[in-house]
């Protein structure tokens, strides 16, 4: 019974240590997707002239690469629970998703490059492909919630 006791409560922590680090992911996972989103916003809004800061779009583009860089790295470990919106998918199929996680960030450097070199046409081309690999990833891997 005594040797009981201290194995029930360090059984207790760890499931209680895991919750938490499980938590931490998530969040910090959605902060990263919070990241990219808001980048996002910033450009879309600089290039549809919403906004008077064109001065701002190569640091917003510099940095949606640079956050895009991070997406498959903070999905590796798995982990869900109800405040996640990522699909268990993501880890069944690990290979597609890995590959349109590469597809944005391809769009995203191209994106990058295009606002370096000021080249209008290449920018809309480069940021039809951001939204296009962000799409195709949300509908295969993303709840609706």
Known sequence: ???????????????????????????YRQDQMR?????????????????????????????????????????KERALDSKSTAKPEIWTDWERFAKDAKALKQASDAFAEAVAANDQRAMRAAMGQVGRSCKSCHDAFKTKG
């Not at 019974?1 to 969040?27: E, F, N």
């Not at 002239?49 to 640079?66: I, T």
Request: aromatic share 4%; no cysteine.
């Open 35 to 75: 990241a990219l989103g808001g980048h996002m916003g910033s450009i879309a809004a600089i290039m549809k002239g919403e906004v008077p800061h064109r001065d701002q779009l190569a640091a917003h583009a510099q940095a949606l690469a640079a956050t895009a860089a991070f997406t498959e790295t903070v999905f």
């Open 1 to 27: 019974m005594r040797l009981l006791k201290p194995v029930v409560l360090v059984a207790a922590l760890a499931v209680a240590g895991s919750a938490w680090a499980a938590d931490a992911v998530i969040k």
